[in-house]
């Protein structure tokens, strides 16, 4: 069988076979390859502008680990770009902890200025003692009190864009779980426009990276640790989602990116959000379509 | 031939030069869900391995 595996570059043996285009690229292209992608992302999505302050999401796990680090070499040719580190600590015992080790530890290397908010300061509890009655429904908590932490985190830093490490992987199965829940609001809103005056826009930069490819980045980089799952990790859906898009991306190549293109396509047919000023929770004040916002909604502040 | 499972369990195959890709789907292993090592180094699954060589097959944990 004829298959040099070769950088297409330098010759050197190859660490990644990549499509469209196809290529084969030894561990420092590889790298090289991948922060381009992202910094091309970036300029042509206008993800980031000069003079930015950009929160970046830390959590200390495999993309916010990625992020961080590629945010990092992307300011070095963008000078006026300042960062800033934010660890949300939700307050889960025997996991988070690791996490904000592995956080620290980006930080010391990166030299980015770094920030630690927690649920109990916030919203007066950890996670553990907010869903101890109630752990079923700790993912969908956990996640609307982190949205609102990184919001407070912006305004609190005085931020202009909040990053996230949210990859491809990710958006496709979220474009799948929109669909199989008939939820076409979430399928089409774009928090990357913000809201003028309400909220700070949300990049995702890895979007144009696959969850393998960023693992085997950081791997690449030396910073890859496996840390403990999140012990309320039980959404079905998403495993379920994450399952089949696998299936169909090693059967289908190029599948995860043409989910992911076909949602772009629509969110440019449709309006992402409502006309006219949102509106504000009566509770807290904060950006809502209805009433009460979800935060004060899981936090039983309307009872 | 060494090949250490996502689980971290280590098995003992002997097997035939093969491309990687057959091997991990002779264990029921979705390529394009793992990362796989040969000899301490990545590799695409395409590269052929033999059986004094080793295989690490390293998965990603959701979430991150």
Known sequence: ?303 | MKITLPDKIIIERKIQPSVIRDILKSLDINPSSVIVAKNGNIVPDDVIIEDADELKIIAFAHGG
């Open chain 1, 1 to 303: 069988m004829d298959n040099p595996n070769l950088c297409g570059i330098c010759g050197k043996p190859a660490a990644v076979r990549l499509d469209n285009p196809q290529r084969r690229l030894c561990a420092d292209h590889f790298m090289k390859d991948a922060e381009e992608r992202v910094f091309k992302a970036i300029d042509a999505e206008n993800l980031i502008n000069d003079g930015d302050r950009v929160l970046v999401g830390l959590s200390g796990g495999k993309d916010s680990t990625a992020l961080i680090l590629i945010l990092s070499e992307y300011v070095k040719s963008h000078p006026d770009v300042k960062l800033i580190a934010v660890t949300i600590d939700e307050g889960i015992a025997e996991y988070r902890e690791d996490t904000i080790k592995a956080a620290e530890r980006l930080v010391e290397h990166t030299g980015v200025e770094h920030k630690v908010i927690s649920f109990t300061e916030l919203f007066g509890d950890t996670l553990d003692r907010l869903v101890a009655d109630r752990k079923n429904l700790a993912c969908s908590i956990c996640g609307v009190l982190r949205r609102r932490s990184l919001t407070e985190a912006a305004r609190r830093y005085s931020a202009d864009r909040i990053a996230t490490g949210h990859n491809l992987d990710d958006e496709a199965q979220s474009v799948l779980m929109n669909m199989l829940r008939g939820d076409r609001p979430s399928l089409i809103q774009d928090t990357s426009l913000g809201y003028e005056g309400h909220f700070v826009p949300r990049i995702k930069p890895l979007a144009v990276l696959s969850e393998k490819e960023i693992v085997t980045y950081i791997m690449l980089k030396g910073f890859y640790t496996p840390l403990p799952e999140c012990p309320y990790a039980t959404t079905a859906l998403r495993m379920d989602a994450r399952k089949i898009i696998g299936i169909l991306e090693e059967k289908y190549p190029g599948t995860k990116l043409n989910i992911v293109k076909f949602r772009n396509g629509i969110r440019e047919h449709v309006p992402c959000m409502p006309k006219g000023k949102p509106g504000t929770c009566r509770i807290c004040g904060e950006l809502t379509s209805g009433d009460v916002c979800m935060v004060c909604k899981v936090l039983n502040r309307d009872r």
